[in-house]
């Protein structure tokens, strides 16, 4: 059985309660809060579970095997390093940290500890998100040629990060799952649209050193809400609607051939032909993604392996938002993304 | 009566000829084509319109008032030149001309002949988008934020021109025509997915002096067809969708609402509020959209009038796809537009 | 604080519960289930709240002033008789009884005890049926012509009533609350599909005294899930997908225009216009509407009022059951439908 | 090259005079029209077309090998009869005749004289009703439980004719072919909403000898446009929207599994498990229905074979009609269908 405590029970906190609580082998010991009224929400419906204001009495608690951290973005990392050199593994929402500096230092620590450091990027564990990573692992698709979201609806602004911070997070994550390469440069745009406030709308597109482009369109203030992603290849195309109820990912065997011309003089005109075929909505599994990621943590706990969403997603993540925000200051102007963890641990 | 000659018989040449047949006080006199078999068609179908492989012919005929260019972008400039010098009036197939040195040139030629020159911009003579520009003129929507449109489908690769020359066209040319601002610098990224072909794919972001963004996001190789344009504005937000039968345009009375906080520490926190109203999804007459805009070009003719779509309006939209694809081959270093007309006027 | 005891924890009895717990005013003293889990479950979740294998423990406990019964739709009439003949008020699932005698004899009780008995006829207090019952009753729709709903999904098959007591009973209580007329007359088809269960796919006609006409369409063997009603009238046109998240109501200004002809001799030809103007969806509410139920209910008792779901409303919607379920037997054959209270008087 | 006349040049006649114009093999010899704007209509589009006033020019015409009837209802019996008796192959305009006896006596006559007599069922010509026909066919879809077609959308008014005529019909086309068996029975409603003209609304129960049960949904007055068939089966099911552009025909692995309790007390809980899989949007060939059916109709003639719509599919249609309206008239009662020929044969 093992033992975890959450820090943070606000927004997102009693979701990982109640699917820790639910997970086979694990069991929800202790949960801090810096607000009374939440506190006395979690003994209300959970008896059982200890609660206090102060997060370090969960981290220096040694029943407890695993932290828990779902605060405000900039507290991760003090939490989560306080969490590891106490010897506790750690699960850590998004974004795993509010630097890649930070985010480096988290997983220096944790593999010197030989500690789990997980970040909770949910989407990786959706039915939809795995089996679309299932159709580009496969080659069914055939080579990608484009990743392409849109996440908007109107609402929740965030005063301490910018929408990228909020929104992209997800399509990142969802797209490191997914695509077989990662970006190297980012190019990004956006606006604040209320005085002194991070920027509410932005558009980011991601540069690969492969023949593949990704775009990602975020935004707080549309009057209507989409959540759609459009993934282009050479054999089949992917649209994944998260609002649709029950085909949320639709395969299209669409697309162009190439054929040389019959006639040589012709030879713009007659390259491209179009095929236009089937269109197919593999059936996905209904499951709660959370509680599939729950269980792969404790797994990886039990296991010594490391997760899927590891800190290296963490941090990969982490550096396109940083490069992102840094592009969007400049109105678009590229910004390479750095690479492997060498900078890090010169400074851990 | 005003007798037009039409110079092309591809793609578009049909529909201007059967429009400006059917508007009141104009007649097609003759069309020009280099295929054969488009001028035999013509003949069948219209047995009193003289035919010609010469465009020349259609541009020295002194009975001939006025010009319809529908031909490759390459041939616009030169075409719609010696129309003007010849004393014709001058329709222009979208882009106005390959560069906006030559739509300058087109201008410069136009005003001192004190002829009309027109781009066919034909969006702009839409129902949805005249209704759209009527909200946005009466401040019905507010202060506007932005202006973010996705023009995606599967087809119709060029081969001389990128996508935003083919597609995004269109969106600049809506945006020229609702707006109550101008762009003043352009941040693109794109990328070509077959080898030795224009981008096939773009996203385009647009600033303003103003606190306005505009984002156009288009792609010839998209797994389904979009056509779906959102303006965020401070009272009320459009979502202009062209691939709806009945309600095209559809009015969302939501925003935020800015309130000081009632007390001064959590100053971030009490500022915004959501509103949401009623929706409304106003009528929009049933009229071809060509069919208002020959009506449109012949009145302004007879009236010696500037057109909605004036040679003024070309030249914007042609500065944008320049800067645009400037920027596109720089991974999104942003471009500034150039204003005014005055280095136009220095080369002609 | 009224003291209420829940009898029968399965599908609804859950939410009833919840509901009851946080309208103000009210208390869940006691909850009755013939499954000890279910009961444990209930102990869990509310550890204030007895629980009892015996329904009649809570019909005789004086402490409690209302009983609920959410029960299978067979011991409705004996629970809640039993219940009014202890002095309870009484709220009852829908549909009220099994049959429209038991229905009767409930109101008759009701009456005579002066207790409140109120069927549970969720949709009516939902934000959605209450603002197109505000449209009906204003005249803003003008005259009505027909009401036409579509219900149909994939599962929940029920082995003791058929498709038309399980689904149509919402689109009847929903019809009963928005319409101005009652039905005088039912035809209704269907058919099972599992040998030995009860039809699985109906579709319902009710006739009126007025010019209007009303078609239901239930069916649980659906590949796709729809909640869709058409509200046909001579000023404006409801359609209300309780599917649709933001916009569940729209209004259409559509419809025909009745002229005189000018040449008499064309005078079928020229009577009918067609009319198209706006689409309007009006804001909603945000509520839940079993917590708009249960505070209905607690006024109704405090204030010794009739609830707008009364045990009359109640009967209604069992009559054109009972009715359909003969004339489905029949292949449409139709069905005149009693009025008034008559017979169950003579039978209490 | 068969040379084909013509009779009636309103909304249908010009799409049958273009499609055989096109169609390879057959030449439009003559139109006829009782109207002389839509004669000279027909001369400016097709100068090598005669044009009469007189139907009986082109039935007496011995240069005409095949008559097309696109007139109203009423006189389709009598257009068709005297061109058979001329000895002319006959295409009739849905429905064949506006009574089951005149289309038995069409069915005699074309007999007795050797001749193609088919009925223009255009939908049976599309590709999704093909594949439909297909699927069900091949017993991909298992055995078919229920046809389920709701057709409404506000416009075109008819005088002469109910909903039933108008709109139902096409429906009970599709249905005659793709379904393996044929109705004997019909309960329909409806309802008039203009004094002194037909049923603007109507619905229509079909019951067959298998545990089949199938169900049509008509209207006039409908604020929105549908064009929706489920078709429920054992194995899989069909959705047709013929309003969707790309996927029109969605075939769903979705379905009922029945399978023996455990326990035999709980037979009638344990019997009915629920499957849900993958959808699949067959590809459509792009192809245009009426131009499919001309050149059947044309492959007829030349090799003496029976049309897919031939005058027994007209007959079992119009029988159906009939009787609908005879149910209609009295609220849903059920009327049997006649089968086979045997009365009509007496008759003529």
């Known amino acids: 059985m093992i033992k975890v405590g959450v820090i943070g029970y606000g927004y997102w906190g009693p979701n990982l309660v109640r699917n820790f609580m ?8 202790a949960v801090s809060d810096l607000n009374p009224a939440r506190l006395a929400a979690v003994r209300k419906r959970y008896p059982t579970v200890k609660t206090t204001a102060n997060a370090s009495d969960l981290i220096k608690d040694p029943q407890i095997d695993a932290i828990l951290v779902s605060t405000p973005v900039s507290t ?5 390093m306080a969490a590891l050199r106490a010897g506790k593994h750690v699960l850590i929402e998004k974004p795993i940290a509010a630097s890649s500096e930070g985010a480096m230092r988290l ?6 500890r030989s500690r789990v450091v997980m970040v909770d990027h949910t989407f990786v564990y959706t039915s939809a998100v795995r089996k679309i990573r299932e159709l580009a692992a496969d080659s069914s698709l055939g ?4 990743y392409d979201s849109v996440r908007v609806n109107l609402g929740l602004f965030q005063h301490d990060v910018n929408v990228i911070w909020d929104l992209a997070v997800h399509d990142l994550s969802i797209m490191d799952f997914v695509l077989p390469v990662h970006p190297v440069a980012v190019s990004a745009t956006g606006m604040s649209h209320v005085a002194g406030r991070p920027e509410n709308i932005a558009f980011l597109t991601l540069f690969f050193d492969a023949n593949v482009i990704a775009h990602l369109h975020v935004n707080w203030l549309a009057p209507v809400k989409v959540r759609k992603t459009l993934i282009g290849a050479s054999q089949k195309m992917v649209v994944y609607d998260d609002l649709e109820t029950s085909e949320k990912v639709k395969v299209y065997d669409r697309g162009i051939t190439l054929n040389a011309p019959e006639d040589p003089e012709s030879v713009y005109r007659m390259m491209i032909g179009y095929r236009t075929g089937d269109m197919w909505a593999p059936r996905l599994e209904v499951t709660e993604a959370l509680l599939v990621e729950a269980s792969h943590f404790l797994d990886c706990i ?14 990969r993540v982490v550096r ?29």
């Open 22 to 29: 639910e997970a086979p082998g694990a069991e929800v010991a």
């Open 76 to 80: 991760h990392f003090d939490l989560g």
């Open 107 to 112: 997983l220096d620590e944790a593999e010197r």
């Open 143 to 146: 080579e990608i040629y484009y």
């Open 302 to 315: 039990q296991k010594q392996e490391r997760p899927v969403t590891d800190g290296e997603a963490g941090l």
């Open 320 to 348: 396109i938002l940083e490069a992102a925000t840094e592009s969007m200051a400049n109105r678009g102007r590229p910004v390479e993304l750095a690479k492997g963890r060498v900078t890090a641990w010169s400074h851990s």
